[in-house]
């Protein structure tokens, strides 16, 4: 797995009392382009990165798997606004996402 330009802030195991235990092996990626923007890739095998690294396009930060509440390996990613990281009402749903120009759009017309 391989990120954009930007920080990890967030790298780690999820303790079982955390209440967001079921993403396992996780880390939060915060685009330079759009800082504001959390990104969640969980269920890792193993992390690359720590908190505070420095990614850019080729940083392999980790490896799909199968940690915390999975049933299969598979790479787990939510879109949140930091400032609600792990506040699940705050969602981007899956099929939207940041064109070139910072708006949101369903994946089908970012390609226009």
């Not at 908190?51 to 980790?62: A, L, P, W």
Request: hydrophobic share 35%; net charge negative; with cysteine.
């Amino acid at each position: 797995m391989s990120p954009g330009i930007g920080k990890i802030i967030t790298s780690q195991w999820q303790d079982d009392k955390d209440h967001t235990a079921g993403y396992g092996q996780y880390v939060v990626f915060v685009p330079d382009a759009y800082p504001w923007l959390g990104i969640i890739m969980a269920h890792q095998d193993e992390r690359l990165v720590r908190s505070g690294d420095r990614v850019t396009h080729d940083t392999q930060i980790g490896f799909v798997g199968n940690t915390g509440f999975s049933k299969g390996a598979h790479l787990h990613i939510e879109y949140r606004p930091l400032d609600h990281i792990f506040d699940g009402n705050y969602s981007i749903p899956p099929w939207f996402h940041v064109n070139k120009n910072g708006i949101f759009c369903p994946m089908d017309l970012n390609m226009l």
